[in-house]
């Protein structure tokens, strides 16, 4: 079939059963945007570039699928930069599909050009400059293929404005074959059996699980091998949802800025399994006094993840269900009752009761503030945990990682790699259009609100209703902490005067609000905000000296 | 720190080179010498990337460099198994007085005169590293202008070849 490029870049994203795509027009990519206008692709015009790639991350979390963004070239371009790489560090599959300059302009720094491919290198799973019109279909195929497969993540592909308008035969086929991609999804038998006889020798061991478990949908194989062994779960920022929090055997999350219980636990371990996490300088702290009496399993579908930051007894490359998967079929009845750690779990469960995250009693009757541990427990309460939450970075993503209990992988959407501000607002915008039946409430602080709200505008042109709850300590309150802690309280650059009343910012954009100080009215407050037809904004007044952990 | 050669079959395409380079300079590895150029196939180019450090960093690199798409296969030489060239030019300067002495250390190490001036002379050299070296030292005397290389390229001895598309190592 003849259409023009641009077309065919249309037809092959519907082929890839692309049906909502976030992007900002200009006029290297307009082509693009004509043939779009006529498919039943819808597209969500975000109020910058970086929100796009954001909404599409968000949107590729919760269904699963590749999420989709565009921009022009140049400065639409390097906008989306930040959330390329935030989806790069976190494995989500995106695609980029930006305008180029004219073919025949390139290298002569003509208006808005700017080299992305170059760019983008290093963050990108894989790019694509177009060099050839006739290539565009192949290319998409290859790109969907490259960004869902294996270890996910973004891919770019940049379509030069003359090539676009070229007229090509789109001829779509299935299943690229690339020679230098075969990413590898089953363990090796031999090392699951290595797996199998160290849990049998160990007494006290650890499941680490990352963002790889959510990844490829493992949390009933994981439960399902946790419950019949007795095996205590810490998760890292990137694996909350692993396993449900409030299960008994989740530690929570590990780390510098982690709970205590799944610390301790992962200290005092003698065989630490991790699975699908490339344990970072976050979770692991110096690598040289982690799980120092531990023997160390590492499975992850990344073969260069494996021995990069950990030093590893047994690797394992795969997919965490397809690995968890062969472990259970070494784990029959005779196995669980010989190997059950019970008093290992009955430890561990001391440890986890002396420090509970869930219940947060509200401390004392202070009239000035609310107590963001004890309002996001209240939100665990009245939520079940069910809802999408989606965070920003800063004390509140901390906050709502140790203290909002999400029942389900995909309940909760942080940047955990790049630690992105502004990320969350336009990650929930994506993740209530790809799921809107569930509630999304995106978490932020005010400062980093302030990277994104003019996503405001997305929400309320496009109807998209999340449930926001600010915390506002007119801080930068993780910088100021550190400030505090390392840098004998010389505060400095770290107030935020000048900042909006939030409510009424709200308002503008016809979104209704309250402002809390107060804890007894939490509780009223949320339960408001969440029985609301539409979006709603709720900003809790914290104190400036409340703590991260 | 000891040196590994790594063979790394890529696609022959524009950007390839760069992505390699960049990968390099990103997470902090040290190259000591990169040769390029085409194979028997047009579609594929033979990369022979000398890297300077520990068996972790050599592990490090071949994961990395194996995560491009466009890195086919990669596979590390042994020294005793494989042989190794670099082209070097060398041109050192040379009047009547010096010149016999210049020609008689060419002969010697079997380089080759490929131009003469009044007043210089510009030798191909070919040979491992070390060779490369000793020759350099020797011309250092007469004064060396200019030296351009090429990098080590490297090949298997004897039946092995790297193929694609197979897990087989050897043929």
């Not at chain 1, 472990?327 to 561990?348: M, P």
């Amino acid at each position: 079939m003849k259409m023009i490029a641009a077309q065919a870049l249309v037809k092959a994203l519907e082929h890839e059963e692309v049906t909502t795509v976030f992007g900002y027009p200009g006029a290297a990519n307009a082509p693009i945007y004509d043939a779009l206008s006529k498919s039943t692709i819808k597209h969500i015009l975000t109020r910058h570039e970086q929100g796009a790639a954001h909404a599409a991350s968000g949107y590729a979390r919760v269904t699963r699928k590749v999420g989709v963004c565009m921009a022009t070239s140049g400065p639409g371009a390097t906008n989306l930069i930040t959330g390329i790489a935030t989806a790069y560090m976190d494995s989500i599959p995106l695609i980029a599909i930006t305008g180029q300059v004219s073919s025949e302009m390139i290298g002569r720094d003509v208006f808005q050009e700017v080299d992305i491919t170059g760019a983008t290198a290093p963050f990108c799973k894989h790019n694509y400059l177009i060099k050839s019109a006739k290539d565009i279909p192949k290319v998409i195929r290859e790109a969907f293929h490259i960004a869902s497969t294996g270890r996910p993540g973004p891919v770019l592909i940049d379509v030069p404005i003359d090539l676009q308008l070229e007229e090509i035969d789109f001829q779509y086929s299935k299943g690229p074959d690339i020679r230098g991609y075969k990413p590898t999804y089953k363990g090796h038998a031999l090392q699951i059996k290595k797996i199998v006889e160290a849990i049998a020798e160990s007494a006290r061991p650890v499941i680490c699980a990352g963002g790889g478990v959510i990844t490829s949908n493992a949390t009933a194989e994981l439960t399902e091998l946790v419950e019949g062994l007795g095996i205590p779960v810490a998760t890292t920022l990137m694996g909350i949802g692993a396993i449900p929090v409030p299960h008994p055997l989740c530690l929570g999350m590990l780390g510098s800025h982690g709970v205590r219980a799944a610390n301790l636990a992962v200290a005092k371990s003698d065989l630490l399994i991790v699975i699908g996490a490339r344990a970072g300088d976050r979770a692991t702290g110096q690598t040289d006094k982690f799980a120092r009496q531990a023997k160390i399993v590492h499975i992850d579908i990344d073969p260069a993840e494996i021995g990069k930051n950990l030093g590893t007894n047994i690797p394992v490359v795969g997919d965490a269900k397809i690995i968890l998967q062969q472990l259970l079929n070494y784990v029959d009845e005779h196995y669980k009752e010989k190997h059950y750690k019970t008093q290992w779990i009955s430890t561990i469960t001391q440890w986890k009761n002396a420090k509970p995250t869930n219940n947060i009693k509200e401390d004392g009757n202070n009239e000035q503030y609310v107590n963001p541990k004890y309002a996001l427990s209240v939100l665990s309460e009245v939520t079940k945990g069910e809802t999408i939450v989606v965070t920003e970075v800063g004390q509140n993503q901390i906050w709502a990682a140790n203290y909002y209990q999400t029942v389900y992988p995909g309940g909760f959407l942080t940047s955990g790699g790049l630690g992105t501000m502004g990320y969350g607002l336009p990650a929930a915008i994506g993740a209530k259009v790809g799921s809107p039946e569930k509630t999304v409430i995106a978490i932020a602080g005010d400062g980093s609100f302030q990277m994104s709200m003019q996503e405001l505008g997305t929400m309320k042109q496009w109807d998209i209703h999340i449930k926001i709850i600010l915390f506002n300590n007119y801080r930068l309150g993780m910088v100021r902490e550190l400030q505090k802690m390392k840098y004998q309280m010389n505060y400095f650059a770290v107030t935020l005067e000048g900042s909006p009343d939030f409510v009424k910012l709200a308002s503008a954009y016809d979104i209704p609000g309250e402002k809390i100080t107060n804890n007894s009215k939490v509780k009223e407050a949320l339960d408001r905000a969440l029985s609301y037809q539409g979006p709603y904004l709720l900003e809790f007044i914290v104190d400036p000296e409340e703590s991260t952990l | 720190m000891a040196k590994h050669t790594l063979s790394v079959l890529v696609e022959n395409h524009a950007g390839v080179l760069s992505r390699v380079a960049g990968l390099f300079s990103r997470r902090g590895f040290n190259i000591d010498s990169l040769a390029v150029g085409v194979t028997e196939d047009p579609n594929v180019s033979r990369m022979t990337i000398v890297v300077d450090g520990d068996d972790y960093t050599v592990e490090q690199v071949t994961k990395q460099l194996n995560k491009l798409i466009d890195v086919i296969k990669i596979r590390q030489l042994n020294p005793s198994d494989s042989v190794a060239r670099e082209l070097a030019l060398i041109k050192v300067t040379a009047n009547s007085s010096t010149r016999p002495e210049i020609i008689q250390i060419v002969d010697i190490f079997r380089a080759k005169i490929v131009d003469v001036s009044k007043n210089t002379l510009t030798i191909e050299m070919t040979g491992v590293a070390d060779k490369i070296a000793a020759f350099e030292e020797m011309l250092k005397q007469f004064g060396i202008k200019e030296m351009v290389r090429t990098g080590m390229i490297a090949i298997e001895r004897g039946n092995q070849v790297i193929k694609i598309g197979s897990s087989e190592e050897s043929e």
